[in-house]
């Protein structure tokens, strides 16, 4: 007998382990310390201290928690399968809402306010897109508009006889701020050091923990509340199925409206908060017309980054803070020098692909690389009409670059009707 050659069952393959896979967290953690080397090496050899300084870091974590809130507000409202353009418009109601009920009655109040004001307008959208069906980015588009002009009615009727322009209100009263003393003289003397990485590391660890007000503690605490809450708890699993496959849902008992209401009314006031933020923190006299500055759309770009998780989101309104902080400080050369980091973090992509034999990635990242030192190179700085628009720059360019692993619930914007199939 003449032995006969089989192929392997399809079980006894080989394939690659999953174990040599490097976990999510991990990646991003490297990512992080690759930004952070390039970063501080920048710093040194352009001689911009700025980029890693405490008060770059404070102006970063000032200017990104309303985005940050508002990205939130958006995961609460996608997960459910509520597409929300209108986090422009709950903001601005937040703002105005903050503005008013902070000069009469203190910051708490205001806070409170703000929620309110903003939950209003995302129950206006859920009445428009779950009730009555009205296509989502149409009924977004005009709760910006109505949340724009209702602003500006009650400013005119309510500000206007005491601060005597109808732009602005009178000053608010802000949240105290607070610091970790001795810890924030500690960093501050090691950070004067100007030694490479540890002066940087301590620059940013004294921005995070100086001047520190109890709404930027509460943006951070509901990261991981929204986190606990979306996929670790029985309310969480019947919110993000409505998202998912409502007929599915409803078929296993879930009231598809109530959650998709609650949602949409939640994502409003999260929106309102941010715009509380820029009402109650310090840096702000009070509110003033369009001061949002087109954050909301901000936000709704850093939940997409993140990926619709809470953690991912955090990483973008970070981005777009910081961006957004440095160009308000020395922004000319901050901002141009930010061209010689992405340089190094190109290098570091085509390093990676070039270990991983991807030649054509490695290519596009090089060619990337060499425009980005070119603009360096040639260019002693950037003008003000470009510096100004940096975080919407820095938007567009993240998201282009994070379109190819984007995965929104898979009935985010659909219109759904009780009963159908």
């Not at 941010?274 to 923190?281: D, M, Q, T």
């Not at 034999?357 to 360096?376: D, Q």
Request: proline letters at 5%.
């Amino acid at each position: 007998m003449t032995a006969v050659a089989t192929e392997p069952a399809p079980t006894e393959r080989k394939t690659s382990r999953p174990g040599h896979r490097m976990p999510g967290w991990a990646r991003v953690l490297l990512w992080v310390l690759v930004g952070f080397v390039a970063v501080s090496i920048t710093s040194y050899e352009t001689g911009v201290l700025q980029l890693t300084s405490s008060g770059t870091v404070q102006a970063a974590v000032r200017l990104g928690i309303p985005i940050l809130l508002c990205a939130l507000g958006g995961l609460w409202a996608e997960r459910a399968g509520i597409i929300n353009i209108g986090l422009e418009g709950m903001m601005i109601l937040g703002t105005w809402g903050g503005a008013w009920a902070g000069y009469q009655w203190g910051p708490l109040a205001g806070l409170v306010a703000a929620a309110v004001f903003g939950g209003l307008g995302g129950l206006v959208h859920a009445v428009a897109t779950v009730s009555f069906g009205v296509n989502h980015i149409v009924s977004g588009v005009a709760i910006n508009l109505l949340g724009a002009g209702t602003a500006k009615y009650l400013s005119t009727l309510l500000f206007e006889p005491i601060s005597q322009n109808p732009r602005e209100s009178p000053p608010v009263p802000k949240f105290d701020t607070y610091s970790m003393q001795p810890m924030g003289g500690w960093l501050q003397q090691l950070e004067d050091l100007q030694r490479f990485g540890i002066s940087d590391l301590a620059g940013i660890i004294g921005g995070l923990i100086t001047e520190v007000s109890p709404l930027t503690m509460l943006a951070y605490l509901l990261v991981p509340v929204s986190y606990l809450v979306l996929w670790r708890s029985p309310f969480g699993l019947r919110l993000r199925s409505c998202g998912e496959n409502p007929v599915a849902a409803e078929s296993l008992g879930v009231n598809v409206y109530r959650y998709k209401y609650l949602a949409v009314i939640i994502s409003g006031a999260l929106a309102g908060l941010g715009g509380a933020a820029l009402i109650l923190n310090p840096g702000q006299a009070g509110y003033l017309e369009n001061q949002t500055n087109n954050r909301g759309y901000i936000g709704l770009a850093a939940m997409i980054f993140g990926n619709w998780r809470p953690g991912g989101l955090l990483g973008g309104a970070a981005l777009f803070g910081y961006s957004d902080g440095l160009q308000l400080r020395s922004g000319e050369t901050s901002v141009h020098a930010l061209f010689y980091a992405a340089t190094l973090v190109l290098v570091a992509v085509v390093v990676l692909q070039l270990w991983r034999r991807n030649w054509f990635a490695s290519g596009i990242a090089l060619v990337f690389a060499a425009v980005m030192y070119s603009v360096y190179w040639f260019t002693d700085e950037l003008p003000d009409e470009l510096t100004a628009y940096t975080p919407h720059l820095v938007t567009l360019v993240v998201l282009a670059a994070a379109s190819q692993r984007l995965r929104p619930p898979a009935a985010d914007g659909l219109q759904y009707r009780r009963g159908e199939d």
